[in-house]
T-cell receptor, first 110, second 112 residues
Framework: NAGVTQTPKFQVLKTGQSMTLQCAQDMNHNSMYWYRQDPGMGLRLIYYSASEGTTDKGEVPNGYNVSRLNKREFSLRLESAAPSQTSVYFC?????????FGEGSWLTVV | AQSVSQHNHHVILSEAASLELGCNYSYGGTVNLFWYVQYPGQHLQLLLKYFSGDPLVKGIKGFEAEFIKSKFSFNLRKPSVQWSDTAEYFCAVRGGSYIPTFGRGTSLIVHP
């Protein structure tokens, strides 16, 4: 029972490079989320998808795009990475009662 | 808009000490409240939640929290902490939005 799976776990990017973080859940949840976690800032919502085919901006969407590929998968793309995007990224899915989180993706932009 | 505040940013305790982490929220209507824990290098896991009913909620690993509506609070407690409780603790509130808002977290270090 995998729950929420994220890849990659660690990544180093150069400024201006692009990359995609992948997320998949096996709990048949409609809603999925991408958060970033920074020291002293807690979790901040980047984008979310209430259901397959819909996506919405969260608190800090600038510099990111998302794709809800199907009910299971929700990817986060950095088109032109910036040092300010150095962070830990968490994907989550929810049955609207409990939020289940992936193990995180540590991203460093140099 | 819903918001949540965790007053203690860093807490350091010795094993067997009692723990209370503060959480206050802002929202005038019905709320759901959560405490999540993040052990070093791991993902967030649900400790406990309050949706309705008994305001004293029991969670995993001996944690409990009390919802006090008049104080807009949902403080986390444990009578006797262990070294393995070293982690970051996040309070979250869900009110007007169906998506919870997370607090900034409290880092707990327990010395053996």
């Amino acid at each position: 029972n995998a729950g929420v799976t994220q890849t990659p776990k660690f990544q180093v990017l150069k400024t201006g490079q692009s990359m995609t973080l992948q997320c998949a859940q096996d709990m048949n949840h409609n809603s999925m989320y991408w958060y970033r976690q920074d020291p002293g800032m807690g979790l901040r919502l980047i984008y979310y998808s209430a259901s397959e085919g819909t996506t919405d901006k969260g608190e800090v969407p600038n510099g990111y795009n998302v794709s809800r590929l199907n009910k299971r998968e929700f990817s986060l793309r950095l088109e032109s990475a910036a040092p300010s995007q150095t962070s830990v990224y968490f994907c989550a899915s929810s049955d609207l009662r409990i939020w289940y989180f992936g193990e995180g993706s540590w991203l460093t932009v140099v | 808009a819903q918001s949540v505040s965790q007053h203690n940013h860093h807490v350091i305790l010795s094993e067997a000490a009692s723990l209370e982490l503060g959480c206050n929220y802002s929202y005038g209507g019905t709320v759901n409240l959560f405490w999540y824990v993040q052990y070093p290098g791991q993902h967030l896991q649900l400790l406990l939640k309050y949706f309705s009913g008994d305001p004293l909620v029991k969670g995993i690993k001996g944690f409990e929290a009390e919802f006090i509506k008049s104080k807009f609070s949902f403080n986390l407690r444990k009578p006797s902490v262990q070294w393995s409780d070293t982690a970051e603790y996040f309070c979250a509130v869900r009110g007007g939005s169906y998506i919870p808002t997370f607090g900034r977290g409290t880092s707990l270090i327990v010395h053996p």
